[in-house]
């Protein structure tokens, strides 16, 4: 089995980065509450250029700060544009030190974990590594870096790791070299997490947060999320999984089979009208093809070489109109979602699939408390056929509409009445319907 090099996981998803300097401490600010919404940090009440918009399991970058006290703020931002502080705490920075600012727990408990050490770096043949257990809902965990098959005979790296707790037995320095981050509920030797192989580099100096795994083809509890100075990555277990969603969105074709390879899907087979699909795969590319049920022959959509990555969720609209099989104008509709809950409001993503509306020009997209429309409820202009957007939207009742956009009356060609919680995901979908006009279609079954 060939290793990978957790460099090149890192990538390049730097939000804030600095030099080290001589002396000066360095301030790095962790987003680790699964269901908290994008967070603005601040210090001494000044949002950090780069930290406007943090979203979850995202670490900045190293910032340089001069010796002294300074009030670290985290803002979550709220549906509507506002914001409320949901951490604030006067924090001392001495010099030659390092400082992570870690916001985990629920949104509703959320709270800050302050790990501080050293500056000195590893030397060049080494590895340091820190670690945190961010995960509300496990328990203590044991860690394991052996290479062995089997951890049965072996004693964890660092073990009884409970959660937010800063071990005094961290950080640690390891050689450089090739290792397998494992992760048990402490004292037992049934494995959550198998980071599989990874080719650990001399002189990186690490920051692993393990936090909860909210990710599409959930497998393992937890991410680890590994930050490096200068940015950081997700680290998946090597067996996580991918959801695929697939939405029938065509009202004058029959229903319809995913097929992979020419072969029909199990769980992605006789999908009607209306109707959303979910499943997990395996991480792969793929020959995908959708087909008429009653006759595979007839395939409507044809998507070789599709990838799909682990961790993520895709979903694939059918839109467009069946007419004849020889005149057929459906295509797939791809959308990576973002399908994590978020605590404060609920999430509405909105889909143009109606091919009939777009016949007719742009049209707008309005929501109201009390079923009255004007200029006032449109919170999406100028939509086109096969346009979507999400809306982070307050929990409450609502009536829906599309109205057409050089429509000076605001007279919906369509509408529809919508319950949203917060924490909710939802779906709403305009399309064509059996009898020629249009239909929204509420889906609140986040896969």
């Excluded at 509300?136 to 790791?161: F, H, N, Q, R, W």
């Excluded at 100028?382 to 956009?405: E, M, S």
Aim: aromatic letters at 4%; hydrophobic letters at 45%.
């Amino acid at each position: 089995m060939k290793a990978n090099s957790l460099a090149l996981v890192l990538g390049s998803t730097v939000l804030l980065t600095g030099c080290l300097l001589e002396d000066e401490p360095q301030l790095r600010v962790t987003h680790a509450s699964s269901d908290a919404p994008l967070v603005a940090i601040t210090i001494n009440g000044k949002v950090v250029d780069g930290l406007e918009e943090v979203d979850y399991q995202v670490a900045s970058g190293f910032l340089n700060l001069e010796e002294g006290t300074y009030n670290i703020g985290v803002e979550a931002l709220l549906a509507g544009g506002e914001k409320t502080e949901v951490i604030g705490a006067n924090l001392d920075f001495a010099p030659d030190m390092q400082y992570d600012i870690i916001a985990l727990n629920s949104a509703a408990d959320i709270e800050p974990v302050v790990l501080s050490r050293e500056s000195i770096g590893p030397e060049a043949g080494e590895v340091r590594i820190d670690v945190l257990h961010a995960h509300p809902d496990v328990s203590g965990v044991d860690i394991y870096l052996a290479t062995d098959e089997t951890i049965d005979g072996v004693e964890p790296s660092v073990g009884g790791l409970e959660f937010k707790i800063d071990s005094p037995d961290l950080p640690v320095t390891i050689s450089s070299g090739t290792y397998r981050i494992r992760v048990t509920l402490a004292g037992e030797k049934s494995v959550v997490f198998d980071s599989g192989e990874l080719e650990l580099a001399g002189g990186s100096d690490l920051m692993i947060t393990a936090v909860p795994n909210v990710d599409g083809g959930a497998v393992s509890p937890v991410n680890l999320l590994v930050a490096d100075g200068e940015g950081a990555a997700i680290l998946r277990n090597k067996e996580e999984k991918a959801t695929v969603r697939v939405v029938h969105a065509v009202d004058d074709a029959p229903e319809v089979d995913v097929l992979v390879s020419g072969s029909p899907v199990d769980g992605l087979t006789m999908i009607a009208f209306r109707e959303f699909r979910s499943l997990d795969l395996e991480p792969d590319s793929y020959d995908l093809s959708v087909a008429a049920s009653i006759d595979n022959s007839l395939v409507v959509i044809d998507a070789p070489d599709t990838s799909i990555e682990a961790g993520t969720t895709t979903s694939i609209y059918a839109v467009g109109k069946l007419n004849s099989v020889t005149d057929s104008t459906i295509e797939p509709l791809v959308i990576a979602e973002d399908l994590r809950s978020v605590a404060l409001y609920g999430k509405v993503r909105v889909v143009h699939a109606s091919p009939t509306a777009g016949d007719l020009g742009l049209v707008d997209i309005h929501a109201s408390a009390d079923g009255v429309f004007d200029e006032t409820t449109a919170v999406i202009k100028g939509v086109d056929f096969k346009d979507t957007a999400t809306l982070n939207v307050p929990a409450g009742t609502y009536f829906l509409a599309v109205i057409l956009a050089s429509d000076g009356t605001f007279s919906p060609a369509v509408e529809a009445m919508a319950m949203v919680e917060d924490g909710g995901v939802y779906s709403v979908v305009a399309t064509d319907d059996f009898a020629g006009g249009l239909v929204l279609n509420v889906d609140n079954s986040a896969p």
